[in-house]
């Protein structure tokens, strides 16, 4: 079943990395950037993919819509309801939201946050593994308006929203694919991952 779910997906790709001490979506990463790769792995399963970024940030050319912020430094909720009103505005009901910094992301996880999303009819469907994986999770795309509303009011993190609405939580073991990459040396942990 989940295979067929349309699903857009929403790479939150503006952040200001300051533990990185760089852009992270255009860090390198395999030959190629974060932002790029992200939108490697999601391009098969979802569509359209957009990638919201800062207002003038650099991207390189993506295989992606490129939504732009409309104000700098406000966290990913700003992004998400961008990215969540674009995705409804293209006919999708439903919409992966994700980090630019989850390179080990796979498809699998996905499809295993899609069902729930539409067995359930929730809102938003997370993975947790001991903790809320907010920029790894299936949203509403109806929910554009409710983040718009609290944007309005102040709010700025994901948790604003995700407290307020149905949501649902999977939980799993420890996966690799919700592996952030928030420092130089997370990046190279995950490159020696990969080679052992």
């Not at 098969?44 to 940030?57: K, S």
């Not at 293209?90 to 999303?117: C, H, K, N, T, Y």
């Not at 592996?179 to 130089?184: G, Q």
Request: net charge neutral.
């Amino acid at each position: 079943m989940t295979t067929t779910v349309g699903l857009a997906a929403i790479i939150v790709a503006g952040g200001a990395s300051r533990r990185m001490g760089r852009d992270k979506a255009t860090h390198p990463y395999e030959g190629t950037t974060l932002v790029e790769h992200m939108v490697g792995i999601l391009k098969p399963r979802c569509a359209p993919v957009f990638v919201v970024a800062a207002p003038g940030q650099a991207l390189p050319p993506l295989d992606a819509e490129v939504l732009r912020d409309e104000v700098r430094g406000v966290g990913p909720l700003l992004a998400t309801g961008r990215g969540l009103r674009a995705a409804a505005e293209a006919g999708r009901e439903l919409a992966f939201v994700s980090a630019v910094d989850m390179p080990l992301l796979r498809v699998d996880l996905i499809d295993q946050l899609v069902g729930p999303a539409v067995a359930l009819n929730a809102d938003v469907v997370l993975p947790w593994d001991g903790r809320d994986h907010y920029l790894a999770g299936i949203y509403r795309t109806s929910l554009a308006d409710r983040v718009d509303a609290l944007v309005r009011a102040g709010q700025r993190s994901m948790r604003a929203l995700v407290d307020t609405v149905d949501t649902q939580r999977i939980v799993m073991p420890e996966q690799r694919s919700l592996t952030n990459v928030n420092t130089a040396a997370d990046l190279a942990a995950i490159r020696s991952l990969q080679i052992a």
